[in-house]
């Protein structure tokens, strides 16, 4: 796959391509995971400028090799600014997660994101409120709450932050949904990768820790890891529309379960299990239910 600059939404309809380019992302976003992991005592900070760092250099490579300028003036700036800065929190709240949980609670819960999407699209962008979309939120903040097990003590900080992680994460996506068809895909992770380098980089250097040589490889793998994911989601999604694709998000979940197991012996409580399977089974539904809509035929 070249590095190139996509600008339109959809070049061309590719259905199994792109689900196979859909779960390849999904497996390399599991693998950030566990990179994180295995950097170990590493504080979250620099997990999260090492991640952004590598992003931004590859980003930034992408540009110059298409001869574009990413700070060319534009009025959407704010908007990429507002993104990175949601984007920033999100990935800094997901990585402590992932330090506190195991690696499928912690993508379980970062994968509600979809659902404070369709929240805030209703609420800021002004999206037709669905009838079907009150039961699928409450199915799946069900099931979060499942998966968190609220607790009046600090053992809930860690579920919390997967929890807001998603809520961030949702903030940053809507965002970009503002953005369609304004701002090519580039300019987005572009900017997102500078604002969490940048986010970043005072207590990076303040607190600086230096990372041993495995450490600073697991570091460096996250960023590569995390950025292939991001060019393969990206790629993916301008082979076939996301409705009928965007579903194959999910099988991070299950490639962060199967990499928790294999390398950590990690097994969900009985309780986080069913937590899971309330969310995934809204997201199927909620899948489901944008296709069936998007076949029926509008009256002329």
């Known amino acids: 796959m070249r590095l190139t600059i996509v600008r339109d939404p959809v070049t061309q309809d590719n259905t199994p391509r792109a689900v196979v380019t859909i779960v390849v992302a999904a497996f390399c976003f599991a693998c950030v995971g566990v990179a994180v992991r295995l950097a170990g005592s590493v504080p979250v900070y620099e997990k999260v400028f090492f991640r952004g760092l590598v992003s931004l250099v590859v980003m930034s490579v992408v540009a110059l090799r298409s001869r574009e300028n990413p700070f060319a003036r534009s009025p959407h700036v704010p908007a990429l600014l507002l993104r990175g800065v949601f984007g920033t929190l999100g990935v800094s709240l997901y990585f402590y997660a992932l330090e506190n949980l195991t690696l499928a609670d912690a993508a379980l819960l970062n994968k509600l994101s979809p659902f404070f999407v369709a929240a805030f699209a209703v609420l800021f962008l002004k999206e037709k409120f669905s009838r079907y979309l009150a039961p699928t939120l409450v199915c799946a903040f069900v099931g979060a709450g499942l998966v968190i097990k609220p607790a009046l003590d600090l053992r809930a900080l860690p579920a919390l932050a997967g929890l807001l992680s998603a809520v961030a994460s949702g903030a940053a996506y809507t965002t970009v949904r503002s953005l369609r068809g304004k701002v090519p895909p580039y300019k987005i992770v572009f900017y997102f990768s500078l604002m969490s380098t940048a986010a970043v980089l005072p207590p990076t250097v303040l607190g600086f820790v230096r990372p041993r040589l495995d450490q600073l490889l697991f570091l460096l793998a996250a960023g590569v890891f995390a950025t292939a994911g991001q060019m393969f989601l990206t790629y993916g999604y301008h082979q076939a529309p996301a409705t009928r694709i965007s579903i194959y998000n999910y099988a991070h979940v299950l490639f962060a379960f199967l990499l928790g197991l294999a390398l950590w012996n990690e097994m969900p409580d009985l309780l986080s299990l069913v937590g899971g399977v309330l969310i995934i ?15 029926v035929p509008t009256p002329a």
């Open 281 to 295: 089974a809204a997201a199927v539904y909620n899948h489901r239910r944008i296709l069936t809509e998007e076949q």
